[in-house]
């Protein structure tokens, strides 16, 4: 039995997309033990999904610390991995082929380019079809690919969750993006009140944004006095009558969890580029970000809760 390495440190948005992959991966390696290489943030996520046997965490310190390092490298070479396909294709993980794992079958968005054809020029395309082209020219058939399901994910005994039909707000991003809030949450807020009173509001804050919450007209969702983790967000989401979100995490839990939904995007990046509109979940654009109006964001809301 060959040992298979799979290589994602993170984002949220992007361990939910590759759900499809996971499982393409393990539908080809159907009598291998899969193992995934990913940041702590991200451990207990893992460790509940069906297509993975192991988790090994990366703390991805300095390169200079040679100590971390040699720990990390004596890890993995424990494992006697055949296989690495990087689905995290970022500088370090090609630091890590070239100079510590030595793993001869490395598959990457590097190592898969074709004569002549440039990385820059790759990753133009959305990500989801990135990986395609690195999983088929990997030879891993791509049955599931597009197609990402994160239901695996859903906290199913998770009981905070209002009794009533309600809308699902995701008013936040990392304090690395703030060009990715957009700032009308309170009107809207004040619309769906005024005009869908039946609907409750309710937002579940991560670590660090519960105070961020008081000026929200909105329910707020805990996990007693702590932020919900990923699996009870995930549930919460699911069961929302309609999302509206922000370009990050949570939008992506909704567009691959069937949701139905809109996600707002300034001139950062591109639904197509992110890969996260389907035919429930819809996206909204402006350039500056701002100029999006509630409205505008409502009448969307109206017609998907319509259709």
Known sequence: MSNILIIKHGSLGDIVQISGILKDIRNHFSTSSISI????????????????????????????????????????????????????????????????????FWSSSYTILTPGETKQAFDQSGVLDRFKIQLERTSIPTNHTLAPDFSWAVDKHFSNIPSKPYVFLSPFSSAKHPHKRWPHYPELIQLINNNMPELEVVVAPGPGEINLCKSLNATVLLDGDRPTNFSQLASIIKHAAVVVANDTGPAHMAAHLESKGVVLFGPHTSAEKVSIETKLFKSMNSDPLGNLSAQSVWEQIQSLLKG
């Open 37 to 104: 290489l990913t940041s702590k943030p991200y451990q207990s996520l893992f460790e509940q999904c069906p297509y993975i046997d192991q988790v090994l965490v990366d703390s991805r310190r300095a390169r200079w610390n040679f100590f971390y390092l040699w720990n990390l490298v004596s890890t993995i070479q424990k494992q006697k991995f055949s296989q690495v396909i990087d689905l995290q294709n970022s500088s370090r993980t090609e630091f890590y082929r070239k100079y510590l794992f030595r793993i001869p």
